[in-house]
């Protein structure tokens, strides 16, 4: 258990879990923790996953016994009404729940959730059958190496991190056949009868582009729950760690407690670089495809260090570059002129771009706003080795000793007006 409370609320991520690793998981242990930060929250692995008890195959746990193993936590921590908050692989638990025993439910929220996960002919939505069981063979033979980010989260998949924590946490909460078994009762299972038992104060939220669980899947539940509210947020992910996590504790938080936060100071300026590896495609028939990979990863953790050493915050890779933010400009130019002179002894020559201007922050892998836009066409305007900066920057950084060539005033694509542009050399 984490945080004071009222109220209480059971953490249902997924049907797997490791109570254990989801420290580890770094943005999963910061929904938990904001979760806490207004409840107090519960966290368990259910029978056969995580830390809990293995299972034979021939003998896996059904919703009834989950159901058991749910209310046996509630007492013994001395619970006596929950919000059950479920991620949508835990969808049938909490609604079975919720329908079985409202006295012991004090609310009911389901991210991406839904009743029934494949198509049939009076339910037309989802996939087949026969196209569910073929993922999960593919799931299975990939499972522990962070395979459902692919599925779940993609807009994360790719972050290295990431991925590492969450192949862990994959392997330590079921084993591969485990998983493909729970997963094939998920896809056979069918809770829809239930939902007009459900009277307990409910909240259904979905994404609006969802990449596995679409929100029609949601939409069905509420509108079948008396009172039900619905709500559809952007993005892609059915993780709802992986996604904007602030945006689905605000509606959380208001539902539990009636407040909405305060909204976070989502506006800063920053300096963004962008680089890229110049001729890539090139190098990659060049060297073909594993060299290619080897040397890029030797690539990332080059720049990596030098966003460590001058104090900037990486975003994401783009996909043989970097997109960065600083606190300030002078860093940023220093930065981009280090990796630049880094690589070099790899082969590698990196372009790079840089402007300083207000950003919109859009969760920890996202930034926008007009200068994250001016700084990606600066960027595609350097010639290789070059670190090609705005005059915003080059005005900011006045007296710090780095020197700079006019490279001339430039219109850049969907940017008003024409911009005056510098090369660093140096300093």
């Keep these: 258990m984490l945080g004071h409370g009222p109220p209480d609320v059971a953490l249902f991520d997924q049907w797997y879990s490791n109570v254990d690793l989801q420290w580890q998981l770094k943005p999963l242990a910061r929904f938990i923790e904001r979760i806490a930060s207004f409840s107090r929250l519960i966290t368990l692995d259910k029978r056969g996953t995580g830390i809990s008890d293995p299972v034979s195959l021939r003998d896996l746990p059904t919703l009834e016994e989950w159901m058991d193993d749910i209310r046996a936590v509630f007492d013994a921590v001395g619970c006596e009404r929950v919000a059950l908050l479920s991620g949508a692989g835990s969808s049938y638990t909490a609604l079975l729940f919720a ?4 006295e012991r439910t004090s609310a009911l929220i389901l991210i ?12 037309p939505i989802g996939r087949t059958l026969e196209e569910s069981v073929a993922q999960i063979e593919r799931l299975r033979e990939s499972w522990g190496t962070g395979v459902l980010l692919d599925v779940m ?6 972050d290295p991190e990431i991925r590492r924590s969450y192949a862990l946490y994959e392997r330590q909460s079921a084993s591969p056949s485990t998983a493909a078994a729970m997963l094939r009762v998920l896809y056979e299972s069918d809770v829809r009868h239930i939902l007009p038992a459900i009277r307990v104060p409910a909240l259904v939220l979905t994404h609006a582009d969802a990449s596995r669980i679409e929100p029609a899947h ?17 993005g892609t992910s059915n993780f709802a760690w992986a996604a904007d996590q602030e945006a689905i504790l605000a509606e959380v938080q208001e539902f539990l407690t009636g407040v909405r936060p305060a909204p976070p100071e989502d506006r800063v300026l920053a300096t963004v670089l962008f680089t890229d590896i110049v001729g890539s495609t090139e190098r990659v028939a060049e060297l073909g495809d594993r060299r290619w990979r080897e040397l890029v990863q030797g690539h990332e953790a080059i720049v990596r260090v030098q966003l460590e050493r001058f104090r900037g915050r990486e975003i994401r890779t783009e996909g043989d570059g970097f997109l960065a933010t600083f606190d300030g400009p002078a860093r940023a130019v220093r930065c981009a002129l280090a990796a630049r002179e880094a690589l070099r002894p790899l082969g590698i020559e990196i372009r790079a771009g840089l402007h300083t201007g207000e950003i919109e922050l859009m969760g920890p892998k996202d930034i926008g706003g007009i200068a994250v836009h001016i700084g990606a066409r600066v960027a595609a305007l350097a010639q290789g080795g070059e670190v090609l900066v705005s005059s915003t920057v080059k005005d900011l950084v006045v007296g710090s000793g780095i020197a700079f060539e006019d490279r001339g005033a430039h219109a850049l694509k969907g940017v008003p007006g024409t911009w005056q542009l510098y090369v660093a050399a140096g300093g």
Excluded: Q
């Excluded at 329908?99 to 409202?102: E, H, L, M, V």
């Design 99 to 102: 329908a079985t025993y409202p």
């Design 112 to 123: 991406d959730g839904y009743a029934r996960v494949t198509r049939t002919d009076d339910y």
């Design 153 to 158: 989260a993609p807009a994360v998949a790719r």
């Design 218 to 234: 949601g939409r069905y539940v509420a509108e079948r729950i008396a009172g039900a509210r619905y709500v559809e947020l952007p």
